[in-house]
């Protein structure tokens, strides 16, 4: 079993910024490739972010490109996701999710670990 826990929502003003953060337990965090989703009101999960196990490679929703960058620290057992130039679109409940394997998915079903999740609110 997998625990994964994420920190650092919020309320934030437009145009401000968030990071969140989600720690993993295990031993063997760095496997595995990590990603973050997030799910408004009334809409389906959807992909924002996933990195590698090795954090060689990157991947972004096209939707936050160039406003979020995802990392990690192994040694640490975290996957973090700076968020800027946050807009009110970007107000969801994000996840944090353990991959199945070393190379990221964009979707859901691609990860078999999940954490609580961390709201991130931006107002206009």
């Known amino acids: 079993q997998v625990l994964l826990a994420e920190s650092g929502g919020g309320l934030v003003q437009a145009g401000g910024s968030l990071r969140l953060s989600c720690t993993a337990s295990g031993r063997t965090f760095g496997i595995w490739a990590m990603g973050w989703f997030r799910q408004a009101p009334g809409k389906e999960r959807e992909f924002v972010s996933a990195?590698?196990?090795?954090?060689?490679?990157?991947y972004y929703a096209d939707s936050v490109k160039g406003r979020f960058t995802i990392s990690r620290d192994n040694a640490k057992n975290t996957v973090y996701l700076q968020m800027n130039s946050l807009k009110p679109e970007d107000t969801a409940l994000y996840y944090c999710?353990?991959?199945?394997?070393?190379?990221?998915?964009?979707?859901?079903?691609?990860?078999?670990?999940w954490g609580q999740g961390t709201q991130v609110t931006v107002s206009s």
């Open positions: 990195i590698t196990g090795n954090t060689a490679n990157t």
């Open positions: 999710a353990r991959g199945r394997g070393f190379v990221p998915s964009m979707r859901v079903r691609d990860y078999d670990y």
